[in-house]
């Protein structure tokens, strides 16, 4: 055997062990998802009643994925399952969970069910019924409630049937009884993540860095970019994910430009640019990283040009992502370099100030350059102001884009990108199928915005000594 093969082979095993090794994604504990539910209770106003829903299996075909802010509040990875809280009844009282009822002769075709049994000893409800039930009990305690506060999990049909039992109660009420969708209120609570979520948030981080330095050798002439996207989702799996944080981009050459290209049918042209968008889901969070190099893993002058506008945009960004700024602030640094470094290679042509405020940046620069990250890729949460009270009136509440300041707890990507597609305008042909995105992970911590993901490299340099190397 030739000693390189032999090599080849010890690391495998040791990559393989080393997944063997890996423990399987976590459950947090009963308490965790108890604080957080005692955290809602504690925001609703006396008398109110919240209704939860998980939503319905949607693909019996794929694996169940739980609705993420169902998941939030409760870590129940069943289907089918409702929760109702009640914050004014005793405690040992407020949480109920109605989940489907134990069928072995089902439960032998599609997956054992978690039961009242288990959803009591194991998911912590103070009482559990089985989910038929909850038409009945709903009826009888929204006798004592006078305000229902609704979650539906994307539900019509359960919306509607919640609704209008309700509404029963309303039309026969002197004084209004109003409904409030608790989606939002929800959200802004998964805006600023718990030590659990920040683990999780981690581990799915450092996961999906060894994803990208799996994919990197494979950028080479001739392969594929499906071969990267496999080994990019084999990493992510081997190491415990349920599935890849979204569907992963590994666009080369002419789809390096779209932005959310994910067919990775094609094969990888020599010296052609690569935007490699993938990340892992750990224990139901999500990462979202992103590499861009020429296949070969040499960068060509115009390929070298671009790039380093983008990575100074990015760097710009990060300057300005301290606790406290807004996030519309990170998003201008990154068009302020992205206009000058275009307008100094003659890609883009006018007045700086025009063309900022017709934005017409966006040619090259399409996208935002943030996105909150957690048990979503696109996490929930506002990105007006990041605390709306509960029963805060409509008037005053502010509009204005981006105002959101950056506090401790909350996870974002600074992800600036310059595509420039064949047939650009006004554009000489040598840029031409240049897309390059450089994007990152970051926590805002009491003191500073620590980046999750800045360990894979960036620098130029760096990544050709990386891909050389291989
Ligand atoms: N991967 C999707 C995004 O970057 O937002
Ligand atoms: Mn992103
Ligand atoms: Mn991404």
Not at 34 to 47: E, T
Request: hydrophobic share 45%.
């Amino acid at each position: 055997m030739h000693p390189r093969s032999l090599l080849l082979g010890l690391l495998c095993l040791f990559n393989l062990s080393a997944s063997l090794a890996a423990a399987p994604s976590p459950e947090p504990g009963t308490e965790v998802y108890a604080a957080r539910r005692a955290k809602l209770m504690a925001m609703l106003p006396k008398g109110a009643m919240a209704v939860l829903n998980a939503g319905p299996e949607i693909d019996s075909n794929s694996i169940y994925r739980p609705d993420s802010s169902f998941w939030y509040l409760t870590g129940m990875p069943e289907a089918q399952t409702v929760a109702l809280l009640l914050p004014d009844v005793p405690v040992g009282q407020r949480y109920t969970l109605f989940t489907q009822a134990k069928n072995w002769e089902k439960e032998q075709w599609t997956g054992y069910r978690i039961g009242q049994t288990q959803a009591k000893t194991r998911y912590g409800a103070d009482i559990a019924l089985v989910n038929d039930e909850f038409s009945k009990q709903m009826l009888e305690h929204m006798r004592d409630a006078s305000s229902l506060w609704l979650y539906d999990g994307g539900d019509a049909k359960f919306r509607e049937q919640v609704l209008a039992n309700w509404n029963k109660r309303a039309s026969n009420s002197i004084t209004s009884l109003p409904v409030y969708n608790l989606a939002p209120t929800i959200a802004e609570m998964r805006l600023i993540k718990d030590p659990t979520e920040i683990a999780l948030l981690r581990h799915a981080v450092d996961l999906s860095l060894k994803a990208h330095y799996a994919a990197l050798p494979l950028a080479q002439a001739g392969a594929g970019e499906w071969g990267m996207r496999a080994a990019m989702i084999g990493t992510c799996l081997a190491g415990a994910s349920a599935r890849m944080a979204y569907s992963p981009i590994v666009g080369s050459g002419v789809n390096s430009v779209v932005l959310h290209y994910d067919a990775a049918n094609q094969v990888l042209q020599p010296g052609a640019m690569i935007v490699n968008d993938t990340a892992c889901e750990y224990g139901m969070y999500a990462a979202d990283v992103t590499r861009s190099y020429p296949v070969g893993g040499k960068f060509s002058a115009e390929q070298k040009a671009i790039y380093d506008i983008v990575l100074a945009a990015q760097n710009a960004g990060y300057a300005k992502a301290v606790p406290g700024a807004r996030m519309h602030e990170i998003f201008d640094a990154t068009v302020d370099v992205i206009v000058d470094g275009l307008l100094k290679l003659g890609i883009l042509k006018g007045n700086k100030a025009e063309i900022i405020a017709e934005r017409r940046y966006r040619s090259f620069y399409p996208h935002g350059s943030s996105h909150w990250i957690g048990l979503d890729v696109h996490d929930a949460g506002s990105y007006e102001v990041a605390r709306v009270p509960v029963d805060a009136a409509p008037h005053l509440r502010n509009y204005a884009p981006a105002q959101a300041q950056l506090r401790a707890g909350m996870a974002f990507t600074i992800e600036p990108g310059i595509y420039i597609p064949a047939d650009a305008k006004d554009v000489d042909p040598k840029w031409w199928n240049i897309g390059i995105r450089i994007e990152d992970d970051y926590l805002v911590n009491a003191k500073n915005v620590e980046c999750l993901s800045c360990s894979l490299p960036r620098a130029i340099p760096e990544l050709e000594r990386l891909m050389r190397k291989h």
